[in-house]
Each structure stands twice: as structure tokens, then as C-alpha cells.
């Protein structure tokens, strides 16, 4: 071998090496999870007293079973789980890092039947594992807003045309074309921070409010050539547009490519991994490409600290995912 030929696993981030113990082992697991999430200073998630410390055996000076935290403030106990989407959940934390796991670092998402096949959970345990894991993920609804150069554009997504047996005599079937869903999108052009919401019709006034709830008005926009854009460019600092229809994409700085790139992401990792989703989970999945998105120039490890530090205060019950 080389004098100068590095030793495997050398390049390893700290957290990359530490994950796969995390992974397998349930006490190194909630151990990862708490550093992670209080980097190094545990507090009370109830009154955030910072005088806690752990519940541990007497005689073997071994854990608690349950991995107890006490708070000497107001005297309650808790673990690494309340206050984030694991609060209540019966799923052993070691899932939950491989999920966490996988979600930041699959470019075009992981799908709940891989992780059944992994993890043994059960279908129903791996899909709202997931659905937990992407709202953990998901921004802040009152976060700023987008500055600069933004790009805007809208989509839609759905799958493609099913055949169906109607009610014939001969039998035969034809296709049905299911209603695909808009998604309206902005991506600042000097720091590439996209933000996604899926929108009920694409109408001048939903992209007025998707816009004007995304957009900080001292910005410059960037379209086609859709009628909409021209009113509601009106109110912003400028806008320019691309004529798509004339085959113009580019004209100086002026396009929509950046937009379009991650659009082609999104439908990349909807149809190839996912394959069908429902209309009612949409923006849990467009929240997950976001935050892969904007954390892109992340290492692993990093932005899977971020997707952890980001369930905090946060709680996504079942009835709410399986709600009609």
C-alpha cells in the first residue's frame, strides 16, 4: 500500500462514524439523540431548568431502562423523546436514527416499505415513522421571508393515467385521468433557499397568497410569460419573465432554470421512489425535497444534526395523517 494512500473511513465525519452503532444499539442510539439535541447541556423540556441528570442504578450505576432524565427544578422526569415528534412513541429509538438517517441522506427520499424491510416495523409504524420524520424536517411556518432575486413557478404533480373496468357490457377498460395537484414554488437566486407549498388551484389568487406569504416585497421576481405573474409582479421591487411558449429559456440572467431544476427533483423522487401520493400528504413530501434542498451543501451528518434539532416542539399525532 502507499506510504501516502489514506486508511479507510479516514475522511469520516465524527457523527457519520457514530451513526451506525446508533443504528444497531438502542442505548448508543438514545445517547446520539441526546447529544444531537442538547449538544452536550441537557435541559428540562418542560421548564428548561438546566440542573437535570440522569436516573441511574444505585448499585451498577447503569442507566435506567427507559433512559430517565430528572429535573431538579420542577422535580418531573423526562427523556430525549419529549417535546419532539418521538414523544409517545412506543418505535425504539434506534429506528428512529435510521430513519432520520436515511430521510437525509437518500437524494430522492426513502419509502416506508424499505424501512419496514430493515427496521421489522410494521407497514403502518414505518409510514407514520416517515410522515413524523418529514415534519421534523419541515420549516417553520412563520420563518422569514425569501430576499433577493426569486424565481417563481408552479407544477403540477400526480402520477400517470390508470385503467378502470366501468360499467360496460363489453368490459373492456379505458383510461382514467386522476387531477394532478399544483405546487407553487420560490427559490432565491443568490443563496438558492427554495420554499414549496402545494396550492389548491392555480389561480391568480392563490399564487397572490402563496406569493405574498413567501416573498418579501422588496424583491425582484422571476417567471414565464403565465398572465397571473403580471399583476402580481406589480407589487414587488421588479419583475422579468421568459417566454417559455416561445421557446425562450434564457434571456441574460433572466430564466426560471433554477426553479425548474428543483421541480425536477421533487417529481424524480415522487415518481421513482414513491410512485403515488395522496393530494391530503403532499406537502409533507414537498417539505422533505425542500429540506434537502436547502441544506444541500451540508455534509451527511450535519444535516442530518439539523433534521433532529428541528423536531423539537413539535408533534404530529396519528389521527392527523390518517384524518380524511
Known amino acids: 500500500m502507499a ?3 489514506k486508511k479507510v473511513g479516514q475522511d469520516k465525519s465524527e457523527i457519520v462514524a457514530d451513526i451506525p452503532l446508533a443504528c444497531a444499539d438502542e442505548t448508543a442510539a438514545v445517547e446520539f439523540l441526546e447529544k444531537q439535541r442538547w449538544d452536550g447541556g441537557a435541559c428540562c423540556p418542560r421548564c428548561g431548568d ?16 427507559r433512559f430517565l432524565w430528572r429535573c431538579k427544578g420542577c422535580k418531573q422526569q423526562f427523556t430525549v423523546r ?11 429509538a434506534r ?10 441522506t437518500s437524494k430522492k427520499g426513502v419509502s416506508a416499505l424499505e424501512i419496514k424491510r430493515h427496521t421489522g416495523l410494521s407497514y403502518k409504524s414505518a409510514l407514520f415513522l416517515l410522515h413524523r420524520v418529514r415534519w421534523a424536517a419541515a ?10 432575486t426569486v424565481e417563481v413557478d408552479e407544477t403540477r404533480v400526480g402520477g400517470k393515467p390508470r385503467k378502470h373496468r366501468p360499467h360496460r357490457a363489453d368490459g373492456k377498460y379505458t383510461w382514467k385521468h386522476k387531477p394532478k395537484a399544483p405546487v407553487f414554488g420560490a427559490v432565491v437566486r443568490e443563496t438558492g433557499q427554495v420554499r414549496a407549498r402545494v396550492i389548491p388551484s392555480v389561480t391568480t389568487a392563490n399564487l397572490k397568497k402563496a406569493c405574498n406569504e413567501l416573498i418579501d416585497q422588496s424583491s425582484t421576481l422571476i417567471s414565464d410569460e403565465a398572465p397571473a405573474y403580471v399583476g402580481i409582479g406589480r407589487e414587488y421591487a421588479g419583475h422579468e ?18 426553479i425548474e431544476s428543483f421541480w425536477a427533483i421533487l417529481k424524480r423522487g415522487i415518481n421513482g421512489v414513491y410512485h403515488n401520493v395522496s393530494r391530503k400528504h403532499l406537502q409533507r413530501y414537498v417539505d422533505e425535497f425542500e429540506f434537502r434542498y436547502n441544506h444541500r451543501e451540508m455534509e ?10 428541528g423536531a423539537n416542539d413539535k408533534r404530529l399525532m396519528y389521527r392527523e395523517p390518517v384524518a380524511g
Open 3 to 5: 506510504r501516502n494512500q
Open 50 to 65: 438546566v440542573d437535570v441528570y440522569q436516573m441511574r442504578d444505585r448499585k451498577t450505576g447503569e442507566r435506567n431502562k
Open 82 to 92: 419529549i417535546g419532539t415528534v418521538m414523544e409517545e412513541s412506543r418505535i425504539p
Open 95 to 104: 429506528h428512529w436514527v435510521y430513519a432520520f438517517w436515511r430521510m437525509c
Open 139 to 148: 420549516p417553520k411556518q412563520d420563518g422569514p421571508k425569501l430576499k433577493g
Open 241 to 258: 419573465s421568459v417566454k417559455h411558449s416561445a421557446y425562450e429559456y434564457v434571456r441574460g440572467d433572466i430564466t426560471t432554470n433554477t
Open 300 to 309: 451527511d451528518g450535519e444535516r442530518v444534526v439539523a433534521a433532529i434539532r
